[in-house]
Each structure stands twice: as C-alpha cells, then as structure tokens.
C-alpha cells in the first residue's frame, strides 16, 4: 500500500510539475504576444507622425518655403478678423460717420495706393468719401482720356461721379520734375472742404509713396494746411491722415509684410484685448495715431477692377505692381499732429 502510494506521489508530482510548466510556456508565449501587440499597436498610432517627420526631413528646403508663406496668410486672416478692434481704428470712426476728402496727385492714385482706405472706411464705417485729383494725368499728352479713365475707377470704388473730381489748371499740370506751389494747392482744397462739408483728410505723406515730386507736394500742402491755422480757415476739419511711406523692398512684399506690421501693432492688440482684466498703461500708452487697414480678398479684387478702368496706364510693371505691392492689401495712416514742427 506505501509503494502504491509512494509511485502515485510520484505521478502526481511529475503531472503539476509537467502541468505548471507548459502554463509558464503558454504565459511566457502570451505575454510575449502582447507585448508584440502592444509595440505594434504604438508603431500603427505613430506612423502618421513617423511619416510626416521623414517628409519633413527629406523635403527640408519645401517645408521652409511652406511655412513661410502659410504664416502670414494666417496673420492677414488673423488681422481681418480683428479689423473692427480699437487696436487698429480709432474710437471716432466708430461712433461717428466722417466725410472724408481724399487728395490725390494723378488719376489711378487712388486704386493702386488707396484702396484699402476707400473700401475698409466706406463699407465698415460708412464714412462719405470724397477724391480730388490735382492733375489729368497729362504728362504724355493722354488727360482727356485718363479723366473719362478716373470716372470708371470711382465706380468701381463706389465714388459717386459728383464727388470725383480731376482737375486741369495750368500751374498744376503732371511733371515728375515741377514741384506744385503749396499756395496754389491749399485754396483748392479749402474750396471742396466748404463745397463737400469735409471733417477729415487723406493723402501722401512726405515721400510720397513712389517719391513722385506731385506727391510730395500734394502732401506738404495737406500738412501746411492742418497746421497753419491762418491758411486753414475751415474749423470743420476735425482730423488729418497721411499714408506711411516704406522701404521699396517692404513696398513690394506683398502679403509677407504682415509679419512687421503684426509685431508693430502687437503692444496695441494687448491693450485692447486685455484692457478689461489688466490696467491698460501697464502694457502701452493709449495711441490714436495710426490706422490699419486691410482689405480683405473681395475688397482686392474691387480694386484691380478699379485699376482695369484705366486702360492706358496698363503695363507689365503695373502687373506687377498689383500682385507684389502691399498698398493693394494695407493702408497705414498716420495722423497729422497740428502742432507739428
């Protein structure tokens, strides 16, 4: 009976010991497998990222030139959604509709460096605009026609034709090389001021955008005038405008200067945006002297349907000038401080 119970002990041990080893083959098998499951499952997840990492580093130079461009569309959309903000148009504009008196030197002027000006202040703030224009354009013999050119652009602008105005006075004629007399140009001015009940205005500022010598002259006409209050007779002008000149290689950046202009007005969009948690002077002093306008896609498009009116001034660089230069997107103004010196 021992034997018999001694030879079954045996068996019985050699059958758990046989047992618990195949279990530990078959766990080992399983955890294996799972562990397998588990790095394949990783792998599957973060192929995507793998993938888009090894295009990045096999197509560095397109990466580049991708994340170059898509930033400042992101700025430019980023900013039209912002327009309306205090950041960029003074609280006047606002509360109060403007008639404004935009001065210009030669036809096509208005289309090809203001036309964010006439778009953003016409459709947003329902300001009435005015233009005059000091010259026909006449330097190479083409004034009657550029006149009927100007009345198809301001349509295009949503001018009214009564308020259009293009003059031909014989000591205000288009010459790169005459500077206009300022005595001659602020009585016209003040003519219109009274004829259209004017508040504010906007032209060149002291480089004239493109250096024309008709456009610096028109500007330091419209400087003299908002200072001297001897020549300026008319108290209803309540603000004065003139466009920001800059670098001919931010003048023609087209769209990528939004990334300097977004860095300029950055303290200014804090202020604004923050203003209603944090003391405003803790992160820039108020300032009313600057204007952003942006056209949007639509409002560009109007404007090369403004430019499309004045069909003799088409040429290649003009072609160009519509798809690289920033005035077809962005109009800084900056305001005309009476007590300049």
């Given at each position: 009976m021992n034997i018999i119970r001694k030879h079954f002990k045996k068996f019985w041990y050699n059958e758990q010991k046989y047992f618990n080893h195949q279990l530990d083959e078959i766990s080992e098998?399983?955890?294996l497998d799972t562990s397998e499951y588990k790095r394949t499952y990783r792998l599957s997840n973060s192929r995507p990222f793998i993938r888009l990492y090894h295009c990045i580093c096999t197509h560095k130079l397109l990466f580049i030139i991708i994340m170059f461009?898509?930033?400042?569309?992101i700025?430019?959309?980023?900013?039209?959604i912002l327009s309306k903000n205090q950041a960029f148009i003074p609280i006047q504009f606002q509360q109060n509709r403007y008639r404004l008196l935009l001065t210009v030197a030669?036809?096509?002027?208005?289309?090809?460096?203001?036309?964010?000006?006439?778009?953003?202040?016409?459709?947003?703030?329902?300001?009435?605009?005015?233009?005059?224009?000091?010259?026909?354009?006449?330097?190479?013999?083409?004034?009657?026609?550029?006149?009927?050119?100007?009345?198809?652009s301001c349509q295009a602008l949503n001018i009214p034709k009564?308020?259009?105005?293009?003059?031909?006075?014989?000591?205000?004629?288009?010459?790169?090389?005459v500077w206009w007399s300022e005595q001659?140009?602020?009585?016209?001015?003040?003519?219109?001021?009274?004829?259209w009940s004017i508040d504010i205005l906007v032209s060149f500022d002291s480089k004239g955008i493109s250096g024309h010598i008709n456009h610096r002259a028109v500007a330091s006409a419209v400087r003299l005038l908002t200072k001297n209050t001897t020549t300026n007779n008319n108290t209803m002008i309540k603000m004065s405008y003139?466009?920001?000149?800059?670098?001919?290689?931010?003048?023609?950046?087209?769209?990528?200067?939004?990334?300097?202009?977004?860095?300029?007005?950055?303290?200014?969009?804090?202020?604004s945006l923050l203003s209603y948690s944090i003391p405003c002077n803790l992160i820039s002093s108020p300032d009313l002297s600057r204007i952003l306008l942006i056209?949007?896609?639509?409002?560009?498009?109007?404007?090369?349907?403004?430019?499309?009116?004045?069909?003799?001034?088409?040429?290649?660089?003009?072609?160009?000038?519509?798809?690289?230069?920033?005035?077809?997107?962005?109009?800084?103004?900056?305001?005309?401080?009476?007590?300049?010196?």
């Open positions: 098998a399983l955890l461009v898509s930033i400042p569309m700025i430019y959309l980023f900013l039209l030669h036809p096509d002027d208005e289309c090809l460096f203001f036309s964010p000006t006439i778009h953003v202040l016409q459709k947003q703030y329902h300001v009435n605009l005015s233009l005059l224009v000091f010259s026909r354009g006449n330097h190479a013999g083409l004034g009657y026609i550029r006149a009927i050119e100007l009345f198809g009564e308020r259009c105005i293009s003059l031909d006075l014989p000591n205000i004629q288009d010459n790169p090389k001659q140009l602020i009585p016209l001015i003040n003519q219109y001021i009274d004829k003139e466009l920001k000149s800059v670098s001919i290689l931010r003048k023609y950046s087209s769209l990528f200067d939004f990334y300097l202009i977004f860095i300029s007005f950055i303290p200014r969009l804090l202020r056209n949007t896609p639509n409002d560009y498009i109007m404007s090369r349907n403004a430019f499309a009116s004045h069909k003799s001034q088409h040429s290649w660089d003009r072609y160009i000038y519509l798809i690289a230069s920033r005035y077809m997107f962005i109009n800084e103004l900056i305001y005309i401080d009476k007590n300049f010196s």
